[in-house]
């Protein structure tokens, strides 16, 4: 859960008062689709430029609801699952329509980015981008620029979410966690655990349970021969149709990964790999780069690269459930109890939690983005490319600098198959 935005919990009482505060327009239904449409075709530069849209028209311009009031309800979504931006849509949806205009709301704001993600996952298999050298030459260069995407992403949320020696250990122990195979479930219950302990005046026990999965870790490695579980499969041989899931296993990954995005879309990256590689077998880890650089060329989350996932698991059908299954949290957790999950989120025990949980997310996040690396960085050229894009993206700050440092990345590779005919 990322404090960066400076938000802060208000005062006893200032819920009433935000609420008399509020003036949320009844819209009708076709305006308020229309509205959110409008930010998911705009919704350029990641979670930070896209919340900031939607706070300034709905909350600076329009006033549907006080600062204050906007800052209590982001202040939680920080904390469950699911891509913010996404989620204050659907919530804001809600205010003005009750359940279907939230619907609306967040359908809204995914549409454009599935529609296009959607129609680069069907040409990326219909055309066999990858059998053709001058893609395979450019993708290859575009997946080295994602890896640097990854490890920027990585130190941004570790920076915001890593606020202690606590959560520095549950975040180090994830690291060779998730390269070696253990089950997530596992690393993120001691995480949370641990962190709880440590908070409420036990170190003691605290440091013993991180010291206990570091030798069970320790054990686990010398059994499995050091062998890199992250790594996955290499079976699914590139530009090839893949061997089809059922559409129950692809929703099942989705909503397992959806339920488990703490601290933004790119904490979805460990889940969605360990399924669809390192399991499920379906794709590559050179097409699962394929799929995050062409996600991050789109007005969209971040996490619509799902709907890449499901095609190359299930064809279209596949692409709806998973993208289906990965969003549904972040409509259920609105539309269905925003008030009771508020209240309980709000517990000192329950943030802490999942502050654990979060910090060791952090540390799955660099597990696979160390095995992303070894098949994205296979030369000095990508080498070259890796370090131009990790520079770019840790000194410009403009909304669009993702899109152009993985744009910019493409044209390089363009220029090698140039260079080498």
């Known amino acids: 859960m990322s404090t960066s935005h400076g938000i802060s919990h208000p005062a006893p009482g200032a819920a009433a008062a935000d609420e008399k505060a509020a003036h949320v327009p009844h819209e009708p239904l076709g305006p308020l689709f229309l509205r959110f449409l409008k930010f998911g075709s705009l919704a350029w530069g990641g979670p930070v430029a896209q919340i900031a849209m939607i706070r300034q028209e709905l909350v600076a311009e329009e006033k549907w609801v006080t600062p204050q009031h906007f800052n209590r309800v982001f ?8 891509p913010e931006a996404h989620e204050l849509c659907v919530y804001f949806g809600m205010l003005s329509r009750g359940r279907i205009g939230g619907i609306l709301a967040g359908l809204g704001f995914m549409l454009p980015g599935f529609i296009l993600m959607f129609i680069l996952s069907w040409l990326y298999v219909r055309y066999g981008l990858k059998t053709s050298g001058t893609f395979a030459t450019v993708f290859a260069a575009v997946q080295a620029a994602v890896a640097a995407l990854i490890v920027r992403a990585v130190h941004r949320i570790g920076g915001h979410v890593i606020s202690d020696r606590w959560l520095w250990a549950i975040a180090l122990v994830a690291v060779p966690a998730q390269l070696f195979g253990v089950h997530f479930a596992i690393t993120l219950t001691a995480g949370g655990v641990a962190y709880v302990l440590a908070k409420q005046g036990r170190p003691t026990l605290a440091a013993a349970l991180i010291g206990v999965c570091s030798a069970a870790l320790a054990w686990w490695m010398v059994y499995n021969n050091f062998e890199l579980a992250a790594l996955g499969s290499a079976a699914v041989q590139e530009g090839t149709g893949q061997a089809q899931r059922s559409l129950w296993e692809l929703f099942v990954s989705g909503f397992k990964a959806g339920m488990l995005t703490f601290g933004g879309a790119y904490t979805v990256i460990p889940f969605l790999q360990q399924d669809a590689v390192a399991d499920g077998a379906w794709m590559t880890n050179t097409q699962f780069l394929d799929g995050l650089a062409l996600s991050s060329l789109l ?19 596949g692409a709806v459930v998973l993208t289906a299954g990965i969003f549904l949290p972040a409509f259920a957790f609105t539309l269905i109890a925003h008030d009771p999950i508020e209240k309980f989120v709000s517990q000192p025990r329950v943030r802490e939690f999942l502050e654990g949980v979060t910090a060791a997310v952090v540390g799955l996040i660099a597990g696979t983005t160390l095995a992303l690396m070894k098949v994205s960085i296979v030369n000095i050229p990508t080498a070259i490319v890796f370090a131009v894009a990790l520079a770019a993206l840790f000194y410009f700050k403009s909304k669009i600098t993702i899109p152009l440092v993985v744009a910019g990345a493409g044209l390089a590779g363009f220029a090698m198959t140039l260079l080498n005919p």
């Open 75 to 82: 202040a939680m979504y920080q904390v469950l699952p699911g």
């Open 299 to 317: 007005p969209a989350p971040l996490i619509i690269f799902a709907t890449f996932v499901g095609y190359l698991g299930g064809g279209a059908a």
